[in-house]
């Protein structure tokens, strides 16, 4: 028998059904049965221009395009003029012709509930993975400023990850927010799925922004499988949908991990990826007139990415906290990039995947020189961070001597440190690999080792 999600604990089958008669009933209480209708006005590239909703629609409201052949299109309004709304459709604008009406559905909220741990679902909280899913009984919107900053409490204990590296040279703690940057198939998604299955938490919520479909139904059942998922949500956008769902993806994956920390639970959130992001709300942003600026992105986009790492973090007295991956995909390993530098300046941390350390075969591919935690040095103890800062040390060592030993340079005995060097770095970086199945305390032990000390 599987263990039952959190929100059953300590619950009776009474309470379950009274819960679920509770949700079905608000559900039932936000069904519409009348609708305002207005008529396509014009189309073009930027949108669909839409008469006859000018006094009762609002920016964000969702809207279905009954096309002549029967389609329907859904879609948002966001632009609102004098005589007509603009909207943006969610799909291809083959078959819409002028006078079709759209029907005004209203806001988009989402419901988060407990029982969506185990579920995959798209941006508007409908079910992808093919069953029944009831909505909560308090729906929230989806772009909900961050908390209050005077409130928030500080950051947290550090936590285990399953990773060597991690639990050492760069700590995770509970509430830290860190930005994961690499290039194309340097192994980003591999060591996010290992941080979702080692990385201690009470709920893991994961958005797949913009990825291949087929990475979803991996990841769901290779790489979480029935007992990673047992504490997930994962809320999925695929590459071919629209630029409105992808960024939506986001913000309501953010809404879900939000949902959990207002019950007192620690969330992970891991979101794959930002760039995805960043590259839908341009989409949409250009659509909408707003002038590219720097790699064509809209000013508009720093307070976009901004906001949603705010939203992450430590909760207030009496909530939990969210501690928040986001991975960057960065082109050419240009780490001054426009969302690589937005997002850098506002994480407590980020950790960098270099390419030439994959194709020599170790995994995960963190340049450790690179990557730093501002969680340190409150979140290791004395001891620790000296065997932290001479890891980096001998590393940082090897690295500005690498070409001359390479080339055979440099001679045995020229100089002590880096000999010392040379003959610890096939141990660091073999640790820097190393999954670990103890404690924090015993990768510190492995890393003394390595050190040639006592662990």
Known sequence: ??????????????????????????????????????????????????????????????????????????????????????????????????????????????????????????????????????????????????????????????????????????????????????????????????????????????????ERGRELRHFVQDVLGPEGMKRTVVVAATSDQSPLTRRRCAWSAMSVAEHFRDMGKDVLFLADSITRFAEAHREVALALGEPPTLGGYPPSLAHAIMTLAERAGPGEDGQGDITAVFSVLVAGADMDGPVADILRGVLDGHVVLERQIAERGRYPAINLLKSVSRSLPAAAGPAENVLIQETREMLGVYDRAELMIQSGLYTQGSNPVIDRAISLFPKLDAFISQEEDGTVADSFARLARCLGKPG
């Not at 009954?66 to 309004?77: F, T």
């Not at 299955?197 to 919520?205: E, F, L, N, T, Y």
């Open 1 to 210: 028998m599987t263990d039952p999600p959190i929100g059953y604990f300590d619950t009776t089958p009474i309470d379950r059904l009274e819960r679920t008669f509770e949700r079905m009933y608000a559900a039932l209480s936000q069904v519409k049965t009348v609708f305002h209708v207005g008529r396509v006005a014009s189309l073009g590239q930027a949108g669909i221009s839409v008469s006859g909703l000018t006094r009762v629609a609002s920016i964000g409201d969702r809207v279905e395009i009954r096309c002549r052949g029967g389609r329907i299109l859904p879609g948002e309004i966001r632009a609102i003029g004098a005589s007509d709304v603009t909207v943006l459709a969610d799909g291809p604008l083959t078959g819409v012709s002028l006078a079709d009406p759209v029907k005004l559905l209203g806001e988009a909220l989402l419901s988060p509930d407990e029982d969506w741990l185990g579920r995959v679902i798209d941006p508007l909280g409908n079910p992808l993975d093919g069953k029944f899913l009831l909505p909560g009984v308090t729906p929230c919107q989806v772009d909900t400023p961050p908390p209050a900053p005077a409130r928030r409490k500080a950051l947290g204990d550090r936590l285990d990850t399953g990773l060597c590296a991690f639990n050492t040279v760069l700590p995770i703690v509970r509430g830290q927010r860190v930005g994961l940057f690499a290039g194309s198939g340097v192994g980003k998604s591999s060591l996010l799925a290992s941080m979702a299955k080692g990385i201690s938490a009470d709920v893991v919520v994961l958005a797949l922004i913009g």
